[in-house]
């Protein structure tokens, strides 16, 4: 039987037998995924079809839009003794069960030696903003025990490509239980989900993943880099290599207690005007970027009083009370596998930043001062934007892991470099 032990432990094959087998079976011809492939043959088909007739399009939309009406109404067929769920991320029983599928299934590096732990208020945050469809949070349940053993997500954004505003879903937390790996669950939970999207008249996406994938090529790429907080834990945990001595290390990252811009403050709820109106100007610059409205910039931007998950600071300048710069960080710890004396390495991401009259360097030292504070352990950020400009005066190391990121039904005319980049996924 699978009890909730087994499937949440990370090594533990009793269940090995329920878990895969009805799986393989369907993976050998089963009647249900025949009539899948049929359907998805036929997909196929008018998708090509419809890529021959835009051929000489060099950019823009590959499928044109279908009528919502032909869009099939149930969802595809599972392999049986699985059955789809839609998450509600208001309940707080199943968040606490995706909660656990995605801190034991999730994201590792190459190494394995951290995973993402993204907390339930994170994830709260991450999947309800303004406009979100609770029918684009997907889950797959064994049937007999209701345990969830994989999930994908979307939420709606606008994305501006070049002059173009593009409605679509960001795809995010695709994960299958570490048992369930390498039967072709993927495509069908993709599927599904497209599915679900196309029925919302929406026909393009954007996400990111660490590794490359073949089809389609990344448009763009970018690397993380990283800035130490806690050199002492960050060497003793295997995350950073000591350079020269630790004396050495902590001086080199020392930091001053308190932010240095005047006027830098936690960002208030009457802040939001300002931050939408910086932020359209400064993301205008870059080939893809996201569109925020009011709302948006109030769910994504606005810290909440008792989580740890978002937070933004902004400078207002003391004579003319403006708001003329802000900078943001999302905090995102990885649990720290096998070591005895470190569990959790806390972590904050850098999200948007934007610089009109302090130096994009000071902004960003003012945030690692405030993280730093935070009890935040490493400092991260994509080389996207202008990031890259700091990176050397703020003593940011390049890491390891890369991010490629790839649109759904939209072709562009060529790979964009990550200072073209002005979008953030989490
Ligand atoms: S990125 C985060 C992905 N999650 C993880 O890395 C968590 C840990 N890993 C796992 O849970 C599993 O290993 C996953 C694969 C689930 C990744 N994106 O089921 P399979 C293709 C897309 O036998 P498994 C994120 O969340 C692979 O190339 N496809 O494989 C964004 C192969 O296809 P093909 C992927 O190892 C997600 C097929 O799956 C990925 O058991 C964006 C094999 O399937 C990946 N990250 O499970 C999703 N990894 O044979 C796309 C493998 O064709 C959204 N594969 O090469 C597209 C837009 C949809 C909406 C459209 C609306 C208009």
């Known amino acids: 039987s699978i009890g909730e032990e087994d499937l949440d432990s990370d090594d533990d094959t009793s269940d090995e037998e329920d878990l895969s087998k009805p799986l393989q079976k369907e993976d050998h011809g089963g009647d249900e995924e025949k009539a899948n ?102 889950g797959v349940r064994v049937e007999r025990t209701k345990r969830i053993v994989a999930f994908i997500t979307g939420v709606p954004s606008r994305i501006k490509i070049r002059s173009k505003t593009v409605e679509m879903a960001e795809i995010n937390f695709l994960c299958i239980h570490k048992k369930l790996r390498s039967k072709r669950l993927t495509p069908l939970l993709i ?36 800035r130490s907080l806690n050199p002492k834990k960050l060497v003793e945990i295997g995350f950073s290599c000591p350079r020269s001595t630790l004396a050495n290390a902590i001086k080199l990252y020392k930091l001053p207690d308190m932010p240095l811009t005047s006027g830098f403050r936690a960002m208030e709820r009457s802040d939001v005007e300002a931050i939408q109106s910086l932020l359209r100007d400064y993301l205008a610059q870059f080939t893809v970027a996201p569109e925020f409205s009011k709302e948006d910039i109030e769910h994504w931007f606005m810290p909440t ?91 940011f190391k390049p890491g390891d892991g890369n991010l490629q990121y790839y649109l759904y039904n939209y072709r562009l005319k060529s790979q964009l470099l990550p200072e073209e980049l002005g979008l953030l996924l989490l």
């Open 37 to 138: 492939d049929e359907d998805e043959a036929e997909e196929e088909n008018d998708e090509q079809q419809d890529e021959d007739e835009d051929e000489d399009e060099d950019e823009g939309p590959i499928d044109p839009p279908h009528d919502v009406a032909e869009i099939r109404t149930q969802p595809y067929t599972l392999p049986d003794h699985y059955e789809w769920c839609t998450c509600d991320v208001n309940h707080e029983e199943t968040m606490s069960e995706i909660y656990n599928l995605l801190k034991h299934n999730y994201v590792e590096d190459v190494e394995s030696m951290f995973r993402f732990d993204y907390s339930i208020e994170f994830l709260k945050w991450a999947l309800c903003p303004p406009r979100y469809c609770p029918d684009w949070h997907v």
């Open 191 to 226: 599927k599904e989900l497209t599915r679900r999207v196309h029925i919302m008249d929406i026909w393009h996406a954007v996400y990111t993943t660490g590794i490359v994938l073949q089809t389609p090529p990344p448009f763009g790429m970018s690397q993380y880099w990283h």
């Open 305 to 395: 009083r008792d989580d740890d998950v978002i937070h933004t600071f902004v400078v207002e300048d003391p004579e003319s009370g403006n708001v003329t710069d802000f900078c943001s960080f999302y905090i995102l710890p990885s649990t720290i596998l096998g070591n005895e004396k470190y569990k959790v390495l806390k972590a904050a991401y850098s999200f948007y930043n934007v610089n009109t009259k302090t130096s994009l360097c000071q902004l960003m030292k003012d945030a690692l001062i405030v993280a730093k504070q935070k009890g935040i352990d490493v400092f991260n950020a994509l080389d996207i934007m202008h990031n890259k400009d700091v990176f050397e005066d703020l003593e």
